[in-house]
């Protein structure tokens, strides 16, 4: 964005009274460039700089965060219904493109409020459009047992992440989970019970997530696998075994595991600096996963 295009579009921005924000995708965790007068009696005045995700978290709550990193990631227009204090609003979040770009390195986000939203059918139609079209895009992005992200959409979050990565020269985390002994878990159970320890292990590890931008996918089978910004090997070391003290305190019965009565994880941690790699991330995920995530 040159300086001339950025200030008039601040000036506009800024004399709107509906709370807006420009978020930058092209860097790692997604930092907020602008946030306009109306913002901050939603939001408070400290807001550019940190991340999108944990700004939407401290409005709304993890999980809508979770939501939105997702439609950010895939590069969707779209909305949802948000309360803040007692007013009920509509956040709205679209990509910006400029000139010939690919990908949009900017997003923009702004909250209407439940009146000014609600212009009749309309408006109703267009948001169950857009939310048909979400549900569209999370069956083709879900894995279907857990509801995480499946092996192909986890491969495009972290291409995606990768190729930020190499241009900010930063640092990425991946940490794969295995189920211990889980073919005989299987065998003692049968599949709808495993289906069923398959979601709680999903969700705890959710659960433990540090920020909204890091993900969580099941790749295949007993495999799960989870991306962080994190830099620190030692810290997502940590990360990493306290995920797998989660799982284990869910206290799911395994008769037949070789390590503990019941089930646990054993868990794998790379840390890459990508733009150092000189390849791919793709290349660098089937090197360390092989094809899970394909």
Not at 54 to 80: C, N, P, Y
Request: charged share 25%; with cysteine; aromatic share 8%.
């Amino acid at each position: 964005m040159k300086p001339v295009k950025r200030k008039i579009l601040e000036q506009v921005l800024s004399g709107s009274s509906e709370p807006t924000v420009i978020v930058r995708t092209d860097q790692p965790n997604w930092p907020v460039v602008f946030a306009n007068p109306a913002f901050s009696g939603i939001g408070g005045e400290d807001v550019p700089g940190k991340p999108f995700a944990d700004v939407i978290e401290a409005l709304a709550g993890r999980e809508l965060a979770l939501e939105v990193s997702e439609s950010v990631r895939s590069q969707q227009e779209t909305s949802f219904p948000v309360e803040s204090g007692s007013r009920e609003y509509l956040l709205v979040l679209k990509p910006i493109g400029i000139g010939d770009e690919n990908d949009a390195r900017h997003y923009v986000a702004y909250w209407r409020s439940g009146a000014s939203s609600a212009t009749g059918k309309g408006a109703e139609m267009h948001h169950a459009l857009l939310k048909a079209k979400r549900r569209i895009r999370d069956l083709s992005r879900d894995d279907p047992v857990t509801g995480l992200l499946n092996g192909r959409a986890f491969r495009e979050v972290f291409e995606h992440d990768w190729a930020v990565a190499t241009r900010e020269k930063s640092r990425l985390a991946l940490v794969t989970f295995t189920l211990d002994d889980f073919d005989a878990y299987v065998e003692v159970f049968g599949r709808h019970a495993a289906d069923s320890c398959l979601r709680r292990v999903g969700r705890a590890i959710r659960r433990c997530l540090r920020r909204a931008s890091d993900v969580v996918a099941r790749t295949d089978g007993a495999i799960f696998v989870a991306l962080s910004h994190a830099s620190e090997e030692d810290g997502v070391r940590e990360f990493a075994a306290r995920i797998s003290t989660a799982v284990r305190e869910l206290g799911l019965h395994h008769p037949r595991s070789s390590s503990s009565k019941f089930v646990t994880v054993t868990f794998d941690v790379s840390v890459a600096d990508a733009a150092s790699e000189q390849m791919s991330g793709g290349e660098y995920l089937d090197g360390l996963l092989g094809t899970v995530t394909k």
